[in-house]
């Protein structure tokens, strides 16, 4: 065979001469429209869909490259793969274009594309802003607290330090209370600790998204491949994939691989897994297997450590103990709400050239909390009880005498109780005009089970009733806002 010698690179030749060397049905299934190649100076650019890819392209075809690339061109060239941000199609000088700009790293000049008689080339364009990467939060910027504490350490061991029997760590609690947070920072640890190991971090709404591209467009083993070849797959809103069993199905497929192969695994839920609704339980048995971490709404002490946190952030004046101490008390939400008062406080005493002190304070919080709070109600209580026991509608509230609806009701006050200003009298009319006894009654019997007996029985299900208390409270006052 004549091997043809050309003055500068030709695509379709390169293409035709490694096809020569691998075979068409291999060079159709790893190159084909997934993969293009773009000349720049001394470099061959191979920009690839995924990790999975490059991996494979430069163990498997780098020195066919490089010989095919021999065969094109008067000198070497340095072979350099790429991940390109979206998956190639046929390759035309915008997708070069789009190609280029999203896969260059940060540091390295900016580069423009050109087309001079049909060749795709890299120019260099000086005073051009270098593109920025997404900002991953991390560890160091997170206020650790009793709540999160050892959803913390399990992230923060894992990223670190991979230890496996870590895997698949769960961390579960209400919004706004610092889940994202961790799952980005395991996901940002683990990429320093462990550069050259692949990673991903993707959101249900994500995966589904890719998931049902993929089966449109006849893309599956592509998508398996690159979700099945990281060793850290961090997975947020489990929860979001409710009533979607395919997609579940998927996942609990993948993770199943990912684990295989001696991966980590790392998840994100708004509940317990045992409390997950509609979610299929081979799915949960599988998060279920690991360690699982709750981070719930910050107690008094943590609130203040995150509101002198975030207050440095956004204001070089001050904030005294007294005011701080007063928002601890009076604002009660979640690490948004917390962050939405301060802001309010920073930009009215920068605005109006004051001092943040706790007459405005006392202002700030009395209109956020008139507008945006809301107290617990008897129906709140009775309706999140319902919810977590499955109970019909208006279960509570029946006056029938049913011994099976005991401890459900028994429950609601206690939580009427524990968690609003109403009377025994109060909570007795609303749950079947009981007497102010009754809830006196049963609410003694809550407390004796937490103390003596912390697993019941309801339904044919078993409870932990610490775990479930908690879980319903955080239900509550998540829903407050």
Not at 15 to 30: A, H, S, T, Y
Not at 116 to 145: C, H, Y
Not at 396 to 409: A, D, N, T
Request: charged share 25%; glycine share 6%.
């Amino acid at each position: 065979m004549i091997t043809p010698i050309i003055q500068e690179l030709d695509i379709p030749t390169l293409e035709k001469l490694l096809i020569v060397r691998i075979g068409k049905p291999r060079f159709d299934l790893w190159f084909g429209k997934r993969v293009s190649f773009v000349l720049n100076d001394d470099k061959l650019f191979v920009f690839v869909p995924n990790n999975h890819f490059l991996e494979w392209l430069n163990n498997k075809f780098r020195k066919n490259i490089e010989d095919a690339v021999k065969d094109c061109l008067l000198g070497p060239k340095q072979i350099v793969f790429q991940i390109s941000q979206q998956t190639l199609s046929q390759p035309t000088l915008k997708d070069a274009e789009d190609s280029i700009g999203n896969s260059i790293p940060l540091g390295a000049p900016e580069l423009n594309v050109v087309k001079s008689d049909g060749i795709v080339q890299l120019m260099n364009v000086p005073g051009t802003k270098e593109a920025k990467k997404r900002d991953w939060l991390d560890f160091k910027s997170f206020v650790v607290g009793e709540s999160n504490k050892l959803a913390f350490e399990m992230a923060r061991s894992l990223s670190i330090e991979k230890r496996g029997d870590t895997s698949p760590l769960v961390i579960f609690g209400p919004q706004g209370c610092g889940k994202t947070h961790l799952l980005e920072s395991s996901f940002r640890s683990f990429k320093n600790s462990f550069p050259l190991l692949p990673a991903e971090f993707i959101s249900a709404e994500e995966f589904t998204s890719q998931f049902v591209v993929a089966m449109h467009k006849n893309r599956m083993p592509a998508f398996r491949a690159k979700i099945r070849s990281n060793s850290l797959f961090v997975f947020d809103d489990v929860h979001l994939l409710a009533d979607k069993p395919a997609t579940q199905k998927e996942l609990m497929l993948n993770l199943d691989v990912i684990t295989q192969k001696g991966g980590s695994i790392i998840a994100g839920m708004d509940c317990h897994p045992r409390m997950a609704k509609k979610i299929m339980p081979e799915l949960l048995d599988r998060l279920m297997s690991g360690m699982i971490c709750s981070v719930g709404v910050p107690e008094d002490s943590l609130r203040i450590a995150l509101i002198k946190r975030y207050w440095s952030m956004l204001s070089n004046q001050e904030l005294s103990l007294e005011v701080t101490e007063y928002l601890s008390k009076e604002v009660r939400g979640n690490v948004r709400i917390i962050l939405g008062v301060l802001k309010q406080l920073s930009n009215s005493a920068r605005i109006n050239r004051v001092l943040p002190t706790l007459e405005l304070a006392r202002s700030i919080v009395g209109g956020f909390i008139r507008c945006v709070f809301k107290s617990i109600s008897l129906q709140d209580i009775d309706e999140v009880v319902s919810t977590f026991l499955l109970l019909s509608p208006g279960a509570l509230k029946s006056g029938v005498r049913e011994e099976k609806m005991s401890f459900p009701r028994n429950l609601a006050m206690y939580l009427a109780r524990k968690n609003s200003s109403f009377t025994y009298r109060e909570i007795g009319s609303y749950f079947g005009n009981r007497n102010h006894s009754t809830v006196i009654a049963g609410e003694k019997k809550i407390e004796s089970l937490i103390k003596y007996d912390s697993r019941v029985q309801f339904a044919n299900l078993e409870y932990d009733l610490n775990f479930l208390l908690q879980s319903i409270q955080q239900k509550l006052h998540s829903a407050r806002s």
